[in-house]
């Protein structure tokens, strides 16, 4: 969303920042248990895969269609997937969630590590929020998406804005893959169906929305978790149909914005 939004860019390989920090926390758990060091490390790595991407390609195809930025990204995802099987192997790997127990609420019984995940989320929501609405960077990043000359006309260096959104954003990745360990079998191929689940929120939200993928993210959980209740199936398929009856009746998503690039309204 935010590759999307603020950069025009539909940056598929943010999977595979979600991977590899799934797999360095894997790795600094075995090595040290860990999961704080992991996940801090997981965004770090998360931060540089993001520097060295945006530096060294994306900004050699900013200007180019979306549908190139497609394929570009999807295939540093690929190579990013092999560079993982050579070197953790094609076996999935267990994390141990850093916090057991459960939380009753209401009758219901929430496992304490899931809870921590959302209050990180609203933290992570948050802070994007302020970064993009409440920043100098985040007002010149999105002036420089209107018009990029007159940004640099005013002795403002739109790259360094770029690409420190662009780290932030692939930090964010990382430490999502971090958090999901424990939760699911650290795989390979475990950016795929994120990327999947990531492309629908996305998509029903709107593109460039983050309020958007907040609230879509919020009604496909539902959707996911319901659906898989009433008819195992529906937990893969009712995201899809939700998806597509949202875009019959608003094409650009729930909060999306046709032409316009992230945070301005008509």
Not at 93 to 98: D, I
Not at 139 to 165: C, S, Y
Not at 196 to 203: M, N
Request: glycine share 12%; proline share 3%; hydrophobic share 55%.
């Amino acid at each position: 969303s935010i590759g999307y939004g603020l950069m025009r860019v539909v940056n598929m390989e943010a999977m595979l920042y979600y991977s590899f920090g799934a797999y360095i926390t894997y790795t600094i758990v075995q090595a040290t248990g860990s999961f704080l060091f992991g996940a801090i490390a997981a965004t770090i790595l998360g931060a540089l895969l993001g520097l060295v991407v945006e530096t060294q390609l994306l900004r050699r195809v900013y200007h180019r269609e979306m549908m190139f930025t497609m394929v570009v990204t999807f295939s540093v995802f690929l190579i990013g997937i092999g560079a993982i099987q050579f070197i953790w192997g094609l076996n999935p790997r267990p994390v141990q969630a850093p916090i057991d127990g459960m939380l009753s609420f209401a009758g219901i019984s929430i496992p304490i590590y899931r809870v921590l995940i959302i209050a990180i989320a609203v933290i992570a929501y948050i802070l994007i929020q302020l970064l993009i609405n409440k920043t100098i960077t985040g007002k010149a990043l999105r002036a420089g998406i209107e018009n990029r000359d007159n940004v640099v006309a005013l002795g403002i260096d739109i790259n360094l804005i770029f690409t420190t959104t662009f780290v932030v954003a692939s930090a964010f990745a990382g430490l999502g893959g971090a958090l999901n360990a424990p939760i699911i079998m650290v795989g390979p191929y475990m950016g795929f169906d994120m990327l999947l689940l990531s492309f629908i929120t996305v998509i029903l939200g709107g593109l460039g929305s983050i309020k958007g993928t907040a609230v879509s993210a919020l009604i496909l959980g539902q959707v996911i978790s319901i659906g898989g209740m009433i008819w195992t199936p529906l937990a893969t398929v009712a995201p899809f149909a939700v998806m597509i009856v949202v875009i019959l009746i608003k094409p650009t998503g729930l909060f999306g914005v046709k032409g316009k690039a992230f945070g301005f309204d008509d």
